[in-house]
Structures are given as structure tokens and as C-alpha cells.
């Protein structure tokens, strides 16, 4: 099993910038892709962005130019560093990455953690 423990949500002023962090442990084979997800009240799960193991970066048109993710291969981390936050990037956080021997791939999320910008 991996364990992913995630930090750094908050509640910020629009405008204002956070950063999350996201550590896995455990059976860690390879990982693959290393991203986040969010979700809000009534609202589905969307992708946020995601990372490579090369550093190849994929991002939400929403949050394209104020957001960046990186990722650590020899740490096993990913963090997004969060700017010009908008009240709509109120939602809980997802950490996920995909792992496992021989490309055989499973999906793992962290617990979530929530980040709330005031107006």
C-alpha cells in the first residue's frame, strides 16, 4: 500500500498564494504521474494539473498561468504552488499518483485538504 499525506491548505484572501505538498510512502515501485485533483460543494472531481516522471506538466485551463506543480522523484513528493487565488478555487485538494511494478498501475489519492479563498 502507499500512503500519501498532504499539507499546507488554508484559508487565504483572493489574490493571496498557498502552497500544498503531498509525500507518499510505503510499497513505492515507480511512480508515474504525480498530480492533483479538487473538488467543490456540489461539484464533480477535475483534474488541477499533473506531473511526469520527466517533469512534462498538464494544467486545467482554469487555473493555467497561476498555478505550478513540480515533483521530486528521489523524495517521492509533488507540491503546487497556488497564486492570484480566486474565490472559485474554494475546494477540497486531492493528491494522487500512479504506482507500481512493471507498469502494472494503480491509482492512490490522499485524504484531501481543504483550501478556502475569501473575497
Known amino acids: 500500500q502507499v500512503q500519501l499525506v498532504e499539507s499546507g491548505g488554508g484559508l487565504v484572501q483572493a489574490g493571496g498564494s498557498l502552497r500544498l505538498s503531498c509525500a507518499a510512502s510505503g510499497s513505492i515501485f515507480r511512480i508515474k504521474t504525480m498530480g492533483w485533483y479538487r473538488q467543490a460543494p456540489g461539484k464533480q472531481r477535475e483534474l488541477v494539473a499533473n506531473v511526469l516522471p520527466d517533469g512534462l506538466t498538464n494544467y486545467a485551463d482554469s487555473v493555467a498561468g497561476r498555478f505550478t506543480i513540480s515533483r521530486d522523484n528521489g523524495k517521492n513528493t509533488v507540491s503546487l504552488q497556488m497564486s492570484s487565488l480566486k474565490p472559485e478555487d474554494t475546494a477540497v485538494y486531492y493528491c494522487?499518483?500512479?504506482?507500481?511494478?512493471?507498469?502494472?498501475?494503480?491509482?492512490?489519492w490522499g485524504q484531501g485538504t481543504q483550501v478556502t479563498v475569501s473575497s
Open positions: 494522487y499518483l500512479q504506482n507500481g511494478p512493471n507498469s502494472r498501475f494503480q491509482d492512490y
